[in-house]
């Protein structure tokens, strides 16, 4: 098992450029799914949800080919409907192939997903609207078994705006033969590009960016070449750890807009951060506590809260953080406290004293985005701290070491 050793406290410098989003690529591949035709993906980043996305899809009958950063798909003869459990218990975006194989084939079995230990994160709004477009589901000894007919285009309403619903419904809705209607749909731009990407092959999907999304449906699709947006996650973790470190970065290949909730809280804090279109640039800065809730987008992202609050252990008086989306997301904060953070959790609220001095100990990952906020803490913190279980990271930072290593900050990985 690989670990990390990361020196500090490092000043960092220098450009990084964004993967693209691992949550924009894992419903488009799961998209794939529904033509006939080939499709062309540019750039997708080598992470570990990714292979196992597409190590689904070939069990599915997609044949898989690579030329340079081009990833092509056909779909054209599947042969199978069935996910199975050993390539998605470790792996919750696996849900995704649901919608299209549904769609594509009129039946799934797909098994309950994993992913990571931050909550409970039920898939009732998915399967219970999926029956209101015609679908009969069974559960079955840990697996999703549905069958359709034929999709009958509908009205739903969605109890919360559910990102992995929105994207499903979207998806099992573009064969329809009608117009579907998805209201109090997520806002996250991830929908948005699966969308687009969706329009592109020639769906018809409407209210993109809204939250009343409307599909028509189409016959077919078409031979696309398309390239997702870039990771305001990954974004959002190289803004903070350049904060957290005193240093001035520039971030390229990531919509500012995507993530202008965060910058909005980062400047409230006294952060110096500048914007175009496709770059950020932030500066040294003076900052203090915060009080900042999660929300869906466009608020703050719980996907970054485990992040900022490893930069608030760094700045001047308190801050409040309430975790409203995952009632189990504050894995991280025993392993900040390791290091001589002062931190307090009062249920779904944390309460950060900032400024106290980090001190390196032998620490671990929990999840994904807690492995993040241990890599900002690691390179404020003085001496060699000791990162395991790094495979957390690897299902979603692309070439981490080697773009905080460009960056100046002193880290490599050792097998153990």
């Known amino acids: 098992m690989d670990k990390l050793i990361i020196s500090g ?83 919750r975006a696996s849900i995704f192939v649901l919608g299209p194989l549904l769609a594509r084939l009129g ?87 699966l969308a687009n990407f969706l329009n592109a092959m020639g769906a018809k999907v409407t209210g993109i960016g ?11 699709f078409n031979e696309v070449t398309y390239e997702a947006i870039g990771d305001r996650i990954e974004a959002s973790t190289y803004l903070m750890a350049a904060l957290a470190t005193g240093s001035d970065i520039t971030i390229e290949g990531v919509q500012s807009k995507h993530l202008q909730f965060v910058i909005d809280v980062l400047r409230k804090m006294g952060a110096k951060i500048e914007t ?13 506590g915060c009080q900042v809730d999660t929300a869906p987008f466009p608020g703050f992202p719980t996907d970054a809260q485990a992040q900022l609050i490893a930069l608030c252990t760094q700045v001047k008086g308190i801050s409040v953080i309430t975790e409203n989306i995952f009632e189990n997301r504050f894995m991280h904060v025993p392993e900040l406290i390791r290091l001589g953070a002062d931190i307090t959790l009062k249920g779904k609220i944390a309460v950060i004293e900032g400024g106290m001095p980090l001190t390196a100990a032998p620490i671990m990952c929990t999840d994904l985005r807690a492995s993040a906020a241990l890599i900002i803490a690691a390179l404020a913190t003085k ?23 460009k960056l100046g900050a002193k880290i490599k990985r050792v097998k153990e």
């Open 9 to 91: 406290p490092c000043t960092l410098s220098g450009n990084v450029r964004i993967s693209r989003a691992k949550n924009a690529y894992l419903p488009i591949l799961a998209a794939v799914l529904l033509s006939d035709k080939p499709i062309h993906l540019k750039n997708i980043p080598e992470l570990q949800d990714i292979k196992t996305m597409i190590k689904l899809l070939s069990n599915l009958g997609v044949k898989v080919t690579k030329n340079g950063d081009i990833t092509t798909f056909d779909a054209k003869d599947l042969n199978s409907h069935e996910a199975t459990y050993d390539l998605v218990k470790t792996m």
């Open 210 to 220: 809204t939250q009343k999304i409307q599909i028509t449906g189409v016959k077919s």
């Open 383 to 405: 001496g060699d701290t000791e990162l395991q279980r790094v495979y957390h990271l690897d299902r979603g930072y692309e070439k981490l070491e080697e773009k905080f290593s």
């Open 107 to 193: 039946k799934a079995k797909v098994s309950l997903p994993g992913g990571c230990a931050i909550g409970t994160r039920p898939i009732d709004l998915h399967l219970t609207n999926l029956e209101k477009l015609g679908c009969e589901i069974t559960l079955n000894a840990g697996y999703v078994e549905a069958h359709v007919a034929k999709m009958q285009p509908t009205s739903l309403r969605l109890d919360f705006p559910s990102v992995g619903a929105t994207e499903n419904l979207i998806m099992a809705s573009v064969f329809a033969d009608g117009t579907t209607t998805i209201e109090n749909a997520a806002l996250e731009p991830e929908i948005d590009d």
């Open 276 to 288: 175009t279109d496709d770059r950020i640039m932030v500066f040294k800065s003076d900052l203090k």
